[in-house]
């Protein structure tokens, strides 16, 4: 019955994520699912660049929203910056709908991975 405890203690231990793990997580499946679009734009449905250019839209709804709010203990310069970067996600995932251009989601996909590699590294003490 102890084994039985412990296991299922770690188990559910190394599904625990941090909150900041997790939002690089989402970040990375995020990037990954536009680079699969990008990559097989032209085999890919309209509702399948939809629904990827929608999730990141959401995510990074979610993210500028909680790194802005007022109960956020992040540095106003971050804040300003996050919020920058969401108005030109929105813009880009604006620009590859109406232009129908894949290459525009290059900088989305890369501001993704490149907040997600932050996220990941050891904060600065």
């Known amino acids: 019955m102890y084994k039985q405890a412990a296991q299922a203690y770690q188990k ?3 599904v ?7 939002e690089a997580n989402l970040l990375m499946k995020a990037a ?10 032209e085999e890919s449905s309209l ?14 709804t979610v993210l500028v929203t909680s790194a802005t709010s007022d109960s956020s203990q992040l ?4 804040k300003n910056n996050m919020a920058s970067l969401a108005v030109f996600i929105f813009k880009q995932t604006f620009d590859v709908i109406a232009t129908e251009n894949p290459e525009k989601l290059n900088s989305i996909i890369s501001i993704n991975r490149s907040i997600a590699e932050g996220l ?3 904060p600065e003490e």
Not at 32 to 41: F, N, V
Not at 47 to 60: F, I, P
């Open 120 to 122: 990941r590294a050891e």
């Open 12 to 14: 559910a231990s190394q």
């Open 32 to 41: 990954a699912r536009l680079q699969l679009i990008k990559d097989e734009w």
């Open 16 to 22: 625990a994520v941090s909150p900041r793990e997790l």
């Open 75 to 78: 540095p106003q310069a971050i």
């Open 47 to 60: 509702a399948e660049k939809d629904d990827a250019l929608v999730y990141n839209r959401k995510l990074w």
